[in-house]
């Protein structure tokens, strides 16, 4: 493999890392929105109360945001491995 491979395998690493962050940060804020609407129904308030909530998408943002950091944290691990290996031999 050449270095421009374990270049690729980083700059993709930090792609996810950073589309995870922006994912888990997103959420967050559409969290905040959504629980801070005033037009709240009985069963919304029940779910604001115990904090069980039956919209899916709420977590669709988190799910995915952990997801991508997850598989950018092991890139950038396995791409600063290899380009260790690879400078030293």
Same mark, same amino acid.
């Given at each position: 493999?050449?270095?421009?491979?374990?270049?690729? %395998?980083?700059?993709?690493?930090? #792609? #996810?890392?950073?589309?995870? =962050?922006? #994912?888990?940060?997103?959420?967050? !804020?559409?969290?905040?929105?959504?629980?801070?609407?005033?037009?709240?129904?009985?069963?919304?308030?029940?779910?604001? &109360?115990? !904090?069980? *909530?039956? !919209? #899916?998408?709420?977590?669709?943002?988190? =799910?995915?945001? !952990?997801?991508?950091? &997850?598989?950018? %944290?092991?890139?950038? +691990? %396995?791409?600063? +491995?290899?380009?260790? +290996? *690879? @400078? %030293? @031999?």
């Amino acid at each position: 493999m050449s270095q421009v491979s374990y270049q690729v %395998i980083l700059v993709l690493g930090g #792609f #996810f890392v950073l589309l995870g =962050i922006i #994912f888990v940060l997103g959420n967050k !804020r559409e969290k905040k929105k959504y629980y801070n609407n005033i037009l709240l129904t009985r069963r919304d308030i029940k779910e604001i &109360i115990t !904090r069980e *909530h039956e !919209r #899916f998408w709420l977590l669709a943002w988190q =799910i995915g945001g !952990r997801i991508s950091l &997850i598989v950018g %944290i092991v890139l950038l +691990i %396995i791409g600063g +491995i290899l380009w260790y +290996i *690879h @400078g %030293i @031999g």
